[in-house]
């Protein structure tokens, strides 16, 4: 592997365990992805299976385009290897990241109906790239769950294309996608995407509880 493959692994370990700190990945749940080279695509992602929280930079496999593993020995890539590439080609990111929080799952569910969660006029909301005052409006789309990753990847391509601004969108029931040029902007999107959605999330409790 390159020095450059190498690095990258190492930097997808780390931001896991520190996500799983989070309890954003518990149960081996979630994975990440970085781009090593794009002619041909190359991929690190995370290997199926492992707990994020112990996530060793060996455990990374190399992936092409069609999610085939063209690392060295053993690991099967993550079940999502294929969103991940979809998000990697609608959006040319750098990174990918996709976190299971207990946040971002319940909102998922409570705003599906909805197609999306509006989030608007928090100062968090600057943390994400390009966006420069609290008054924007993030839109998150949800898209609903599947095992079918192929139909899922399409249908993940759409709603890409057809939200050209979002930084993330949900899986109901499932996670949180996120990316960004490289891997420190989709860790922070991933990080701001969080906040807000538990943010919300306790408001809603808290004024449910006051009436
Ligand atoms: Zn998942």
Do not use: C
């Amino acid at each position: 592997m390159s020095e450059d493959f190498n690095e990258i692994a190492d930097g997808l370990a780390a931001v896991a365990r520190g996500f799983h700190a989070r309890g954003w990945l518990l149960g081996t749940s979630g994975n990440l992805s970085a781009v090593v080279q794009r002619e041909p695509l190359r991929i690190a992602m995370s290997a199926s299976g492992v707990d994020k929280g112990e996530l060793r930079a060996e455990q990374v496999l190399s992936i092409d385009e069609g999610a085939r593993v063209v690392s060295r020995d053993g690991g099967k890539p993550s079940d999502e290897s294929l969103l991940h590439i979809r998000i990697v080609k609608e959006r040319g990111a750098g990174a990918v990241l996709h976190t299971h929080s207990v946040w971002n799952t319940i909102l998922s569910d409570l705003y599906a109906a909805d197609g999306g969660l509006k989030i608007e006029g928090y100062e968090m909301l600057k943390g994400l790239q390009g966006v420069r005052t609290h008054e924007h409006a993030e839109w998150l789309p949800i898209v609903e769950n599947s095992q079918d990753m192929t139909t899922l990847a399409d249908t993940i391509g759409e709603t890409l294309n057809k939200h050209k601004a979002a930084h993330g969108f949900l899986l109901r029931r499932h996670g949180l996608y996120s990316w960004g040029d490289n891997l420190a902007q989709a860790k922070r999107h991933i990080e701001i995407l969080e906040f807000l959605l538990e943010t919300i999330g306790r408001t809603l409790r808290i004024r449910e509880q006051s009436i």
